[in-house]
């Protein structure tokens, strides 16, 4: 079976300060990751993805996160926070053998960025 | 945006009817998935169909079900629907070689 877990219901970041959001993982095959962000009433929206390669994956709108397999982690992060990306942020992981391709996502961080 | 849509936006039901969800995949995506998002959670992966066949299934019972049609269309069926029915359900598709789901912007259904 695989999961996600993010350990933090809720995130509070100074406007401009570094902000991070945790996500770990747990998949019997090479992990697939995923980022994605939900704005109020709305789907979710892509922001990167690990699937081989450099650890450090760069996404849209400033956003990046590391791949960390001994600790089994994917951690979002963003260098300066703006209060336009307060939004629920959720992790996915899906198994990369063929053939297991539902995600599987965390229960979300809310994320809240102060002017 | 995505380029994925479903149709209603909102629905209300009441206990034991029967609902119909929609969704028009992105263009050139072949594979659509369906998940419902309860209240304070995370989406819920129902099942996927690629190829008009149903190829992975979560874990709901056989009330859900689906369709998915030549144009990679798909619609969601759920029958004697239940309260805890009540959930935003997402459309997410892609190209069968390209592993980013996309997704729509969902339809809430609330049963009574």
């Known amino acids: 079976a695989q999961s996600v877990a993010q350990p933090e219901d809720q995130v509070n970041v100074a406007e401009g300060n570094p902000l991070t959001v945790k996500c770990t993982y747990s998949?019997?095959?090479?992990?697939?990751l995923f980022w994605y962000v939900q704005y109020p009433n709305r789907g979710l929206q892509f922001l990167l993805k690990?699937?081989?390669?450099?650890?450090l994956v760069k996404g849209s709108y400033g956003f990046e996160a590391e791949f960390n397999k001994s600790q089994t982690s994917f951690h979002l992060k963003k260098p300066s926070a703006l209060v336009s990306d307060s939004a629920l942020y959720f992790c996915a992981v899906r198994d990369g053998n063929f053939g297991n391709e539902k995600l599987t996502f965390g229960t979300g961080t809310r994320l809240t960025i102060i002017p | 945006e995505t380029g994925v849509t479903q149709s209603p936006t909102h629905l209300i039901k009441t206990r034991g009817q029967q609902v119909t969800l929609r969704c028009s995949s992105q263009s050139g995506h072949n594979t659509v998935s369906w998940y419902q998002q309860a209240l304070g959670q995370g989406p819920q992966f129902i099942f996927q169909y690629y190829r008009e066949e149903e190829n992975g299934r979560g874990n709901f019972p056989p009330r859900f079900s689906g369709l998915q049609f030549p144009n990679y269309s798909s619609e969601l069926n759920v029958n004697a629907l239940e309260l805890d029915d009540s959930a935003l359900y997402l459309c997410a598709s892609r190209w069968t070689g390209e592993e980013t789901q996309y997704f729509g912007p969902g339809t809430r259904l609330l049963v009574l």
């Open positions: 690990y699937i081989t390669g450099d650890n």
């Open positions: 998949v019997s095959g090479n992990p697939y």
